[in-house]
């Protein structure tokens, strides 16, 4: 009887709960940095490529703090993985050219929803200023 209502209890609140976003899943979400390098006045690019050990960062949910970071890759790329289902936000920093004085730090954003346990989430190339 006693193993009966343990099994119970544990099934009750086991399916429960409802788990947040963030770290403990299947999914992945990944992608690529690029950067654009300008001049000192921000009037003609000099190079442009994919940008290796930059941070990234995501965010888990709706909230406002890091929940992790990495660094991209030879070829710009980034992952994180073992993510669970839910809503996310990836960014890295560049420059912002439109404002005054030109070169304030500016985030580049992208929200994200995982609707899938084990699914993969390749996202749009991040271009950045330096």
Do not use: H, W
């Not at 899943?25 to 690029?34: D, L, N, P, R, S």
């Not at 912002?96 to 190339?125: H, Q």
Request: one cysteine or more; proline letters at 4%; charged letters at 25%.
């Amino acid at each position: 009887m006693r193993t009966l209502l343990l099994v119970l209890i544990i099934c009750v609140f086991g399916f429960s709960c409802k788990k947040k976003p963030g770290e403990g899943g299947f999914a992945t979400i990944q992608g690529k940095v690029y950067v654009k390098n300008y001049d000192a006045f921000f009037t003609y690019i000099t190079s442009e490529y994919f940008l290796p050990s930059e941070t990234v960062y995501i965010i888990y949910g709706d909230g406002k703090e890091i929940g992790e970071s990495v660094k991209t890759g030879y070829d710009g790329s980034f992952k994180f993985n073992y993510l669970r289902k839910g809503n996310y936000q990836v960014y890295v920093m560049g420059k912002d050219t439109t404002s005054s004085p030109k070169g304030n730090p500016k985030e580049v954003l992208a929200k994200v929803t995982i609707n899938k346990k084990k699914e993969v989430i390749i996202l749009p190339d991040f271009v950045i200023i330096k």
